[in-house]
């Protein structure tokens, strides 16, 4: 604990503390667990034990049974048995080159960043599964533009389908073999098929651009291969429908990105704390950002460490909040959820109609989780999914979706399989590579996925025959 370097790893599910001894290469593979449920100011030592072959980096199973310890300079990652604390034991050894680890919410993927400039997806289920000499499969690999030295990659959902944010720190030449104004930052990963996972978004600021970077070389802070204007950490608002990511990018300070839209995510705020020459900085009087952010959305609140001047608490201005707009922020309306069994018929789903205005949806329905100009979209009582609704240019609702399974109904819903499709409408007619219409004068739609329904959507018939438009308000409401 005196030297874990990013390896520091909370598991609140059970109140376990744990770090592997590391540096900016790697050491020895020491772990330390300590209990923190009854305080967490006064940390219990379980053990200290030597279960790792190297450490660097870490990552928890969410169910805090398994402790992973990586290390970046080699390929070695070790997987520890936890489940006693006071006697961890290492259960598996895998050759595989990673920076940061973080797992799926079965335990079963790790999502991994490899610092050769990829990101690895690896099937542990054996390992979480405990099976007797378990094995470790690899799904997947990507790499992108500009990649650097990949730092973490963490996954979550949006509207049930699943994201990877993944980010890089420093630049190419950091390591001195490549461009030291390729800058890597941030991205978007969508992992619906986790064998071809895709870059759709990127997160980076106006200086990460090369002619940017080179132009601010002279900087202070910005000459060191350490430093400079480049990301490092990143965390999310939830795991679970994220509207906020925080990111340390080092000599550009704390960085926050809106992305309630998720193909086009955008800066909301910055703080860059008061330069001080220090030990840390080189003493080039430059921020020294670094640390994973902490995102506190009930109080718009972004907390974090900067290795020159300390903890700092950063609060973000109401108007450029997204929870805040979406009714979730200080002084917003309250918000609640849709029923999941609402019916769908020829004009819409549940009390959310065709053609009807904001303000009249605003009087008659809870607020939305989240909206923007051209949408409104809603959480489902009972389960994951979402209602969401798209508007014309003048205000009133053009398409309306849900993505959530319906209980103790026969009907096509969300989660049925394409043969049920076919059943209950022999008579459907394909207005789009992946949408069917439940009949030739049908107003309502069906979005497939993977052999399944993933949403039922309903509009009008002018839409329906205009394929453009329609892509549009699906766009718009979340479904492409």
């Not at 080159?97 to 990101?119: C, F, N, Q, V």
């Not at 506190?296 to 903890?311: I, K, L, M, Q």
């Not at 929870?323 to 029923?339: E, I, V, Y």
Request: proline content about 7%; glycine content about 8%; aromatic content about 6%.
């Amino acid at each position: 604990m005196m030297s874990p370097h990013e390896s520091l790893s909370l598991n609140p599910a059970r109140g376990l503390l744990a770090a592997v001894l590391g540096n900016p290469s790697t050491y020895p593979g020491l772990v330390s667990i300590y209990d923190v449920r009854q305080d967490c100011r006064h940390p219990v030592l379980q053990s200290t034990r030597p279960v790792a072959r190297i450490g660097h980096e870490s990552g928890f199973s969410p169910d805090g049974k398994t402790f992973y310890a990586a290390g970046t300079a080699m390929k070695a990652i070790t997987a520890v048995d936890v489940t006693d604390p006071k006697q961890p034991h290492a259960i598996w050894q895998g050759n595989v080159l990673s920076h940061g680890i973080t797992l799926s919410p079965d335990g079963k993927r790790a999502y991994i960043a490899d610092p050769d400039g990829e990101m690895l997806i690896l099937d542990v289920s054996e390992i979480q599964g405990r099976k007797a000499k378990p094995q470790a499969r690899e799904v997947s690999r990507l790499t992108w533009k500009a990649a650097s030295i990949p730092q973490n990659a963490i996954p979550f959902t949006r509207d049930g389908k699943p994201y990877v944010l993944e980010f890089d720190e420093y630049t190419q030449g950091t390591t001195g073999a490549g461009d030291k104004h390729a800058v890597g930052a941030g991205r978007i990963v969508d992992i619906a098929d986790e064998r071809a996972p895709r870059v759709v978004a990127n997160l980076r600021l106006q200086v990460n651009q090369p002619a940017d970077h080179a132009a601010a070389s002279s900087d202070p802070g910005a000459s060191s291969p350490v430093q400079g204007y480049a990301a490092h950490y990143c965390s999310l608002s939830s795991q679970v429908d994220p509207t906020v990511v925080a990111c340390s990018f080092i000599a550009s300070g704390l960085r926050v990105f809106d992305i309630s839209e998720l193909l086009h995510p955008k800066e909301i705020a910055y703080y860059v704390a008061p330069t001080q020459p220090r030990a840390e900085n080189e003493f080039m009087a430059s921020d020294f950002a670094m640390s994973q952010p902490a995102i506190v959305p009930s109080r718009r609140e972004v907390w974090y460490t900067d290795g020159a001047t300390g903890f700092n608490v950063v609060r973000i201005a109401p108007e450029v909040w997204p929870d805040a707009r979406a009714g979730t922020g200080p002084g917003s309306t309250a918000r609640g959820c849709l029923s999941r069994s609402a019916p769908i018929g020829r004009r819409g789903i549940g009390r959310v109609r065709l053609g009807m205005t904001r303000k009249a949806l605003a009087r008659r329905l809870p607020a939305p989780q989240r909206k923007t100009r051209r949408s409104w979209r809603w959480c489902v009582k009972g389960g994951t999914g979402m209602v969401s609704a798209a508007f014309t240019k003048s205000g009133r609702v053009a398409l309306v979706a849900s993505t959530a399974s319906r209980r103790g109904k026969r009907a096509v819903s969300p989660g049925s399989s394409t043969s049920l499709l076919r059943r209950r409408y022999p008579h459907r007619t394909r207005v789009g590579r992946a949408i069917v219409r439940a009949n030739p004068r049908s107003t309502r739609i069906v979005g497939l996925r993977a052999g399944k329904v993933r949403h039922v959507a309903v509009t009008t018939s002018r839409t329906i025959a205009r394929p453009r438009l329609l892509r549009g308000y699906l766009r718009r409401a979340g479904l492409r």
